[in-house]
């Protein structure tokens, strides 16, 4: 029964998602124009034969301004910008971090759908707080379970003494997101509840 609740739960979080909405483009390019013009008098760059970078961040608003007529937004954004003497190894750190950033969010998303469970009478507190422990266990699992993403920001700025600073957004569906972690979330129920789960499976709860 517990994790038939956090299906339950999530799924029709999942399904307000699906309204559809469009972003404001006025406000998405006032916003990256303010920030590529901020970003570019710091001294940050593209790499050769991407995108302009006020390109970039118009995308980068728009996924993260997109929300559906609920107010629920349509896209995770990650971000990061770590420090590393040499290019490639600090890309390749900003988009593992971004990923990260991402798995936060989603995190923090189906615990407060959890939480809300218990005000709603659908689980008691010890049930929804095993649940949010499988939740905050599953980081790892969760990141490697997030498909491909592709940045939507990436910039890098030299530094005076000589390392690169690499800026990265990406952005990932929020649907998606919500059903890859609830996947993973069934299986640690699974693997270390399972006795407990399959006792609340012959409950109905309809």
Known sequence: MKKSILFALISAFVFSLNVNAECNQKEVARLAKKEAKTLKKEGWKTAPGALPLQAQLEDAYCKQLDKNELGISKFFVGSAQPISEFYDAAKIQAQ??????IVSQIQTEMKGI???????????????????QMIMKSTEKIAGKLGRTSPLVECFLKLPNGNTQVMIRLAYPTTQALEEAKGVVREQLEAELKELAEKFDKISVK
């Not at 959890?114 to 010890?126: C, F, M, P, R, Y």
């Open 114 to 132: 959890i939480e809300n469970s218990v005000g709603n009478k659908q689980l008691s507190a010890d049930e929804a707080a095993s649940i949010n």
């Open 96 to 101: 593992s971090l971004a990923r990260f950033d």
